[in-house]
């Protein structure tokens, strides 16, 4: 026969505490940004990446605004209007693109008395995109016969990224009755 086990004691069993509750610790940076220099630091270090914004937004607003034609004239003291006028793009990373070409011929006068004025003309097939720091040619042939005196605008419209623009502050003044004749030129560069 099996003997009887014992019965257990019954201990009164020890009632857990409840733990107090132990704060996190706070962060080595929390802890020196709640400190006058901390923030000293905090506040340069914010002025230093909204100073980084605005330079880096000015170098790409100088890149962009660079994108305009540097417009020259090809033509020779004889035949003022057959030979093109070179465009070149000035910028060094944006393109010039969807470009629209009139040469304006602001007064024209030749050797027979006839005078042309106010009216431009637009070419079809020509380069509609110019790289950076690439140059393309456009014609300004106009005018027949001997020249005595001439003042072109080049009107010159483009897309730079998505933005449309336009320059025509650029003029050139023929002086045919000069010695040689010759273009100069006139307005921004």
């Not at 020890?14 to 996190?24: H, L, M, V």
């Not at 060094?92 to 005078?115: N, P, Q, V, Y």
């Not at 072109?152 to 025509?168: A, C, D, G, N, Q």
Request: charged content about 20%; overall charge positive.
């Amino acid at each position: 026969m099996k003997k009887p086990k014992p019965p257990k004691s019954k201990q009164p069993q020890a009632r857990t505490q409840p733990q107090p509750q132990i704060e996190p610790k706070t962060s080595l940076p929390w802890q020196v940004l709640h400190t006058w220099w901390g923030m000293l630091v905090a506040g340069l270090a914010m002025l230093g990446t909204i100073q980084g914004g605005i330079s880096t937004f000015d170098f790409f607003h100088a890149l962009f605004q660079d994108t305009k034609p540097d417009i020259q004239i090809a033509g020779d003291g004889k035949t003022p209007f057959a030979l093109p006028l070179v465009v070149k793009n000035k910028s060094r990373l944006f393109a010039m693109t969807d470009i629209k070409w009139r040469c304006g011929i602001e007064d024209a006068r030749t050797a027979d008395g006839s005078r042309f004025s106010q009216f431009s003309i637009t070419w079809d097939r020509l380069p509609t995109k110019i790289e950076p720091d690439e140059t393309e040619t456009y014609p300004c042939n106009l005018v027949n016969g001997p020249v005595t005196s001439a003042i072109i605008v080049p009107i010159f419209e483009y897309k730079t990224l998505w933005f449309s623009r336009s320059f025509s502050q650029k003029k050139f003044t023929w002086y045919g009755a000069s010695d040689p004749p010759r273009w100069v030129a006139s307005g921004a560069p």
